[in-house]
């Protein structure tokens, strides 16, 4: 058997909104998590700051934000892209990485 070349460590950083691969993200256990059915944008908008804030000043951790995917909204999905916006702007820097649970009805949210 030949010697095989060792193989290098990827240094590039994991995607902030999970790729193709099942992400260690999705194996973490769940801290807590916040439910957002039957939220307005507005209403979701600061329930996900206060929750986001909280946790980060309790360690951070894993958490799981539930949207659902918007089957019984009338214009689509709405709260994903909410969560999703927050996320990679006004709390990035509270937040390490995320990534949608399977099902696409919640986020996963590792919160620095």
Known sequence: MANAAPMERDSTPP???GGTAIDALLASPVVDVLDL???????ARIQI???VVLRAA????VVRIITGRGVRAGQGPVLRGVVHHLLSG???AMVRR???DLGGGAVLVDIR
Do not use: C
């Open 58 to 61: 309790r360690g951070g951790g």
């Open 98 to 100: 995320y990534q949608s």
């Open 49 to 51: 700051e206060g929750f």
């Open 15 to 17: 995607p902030r909104e």
């Open 90 to 92: 006004r709390l990035a």
């Open 37 to 43: 059915h039957g939220s307005t944008r507005d209403e």
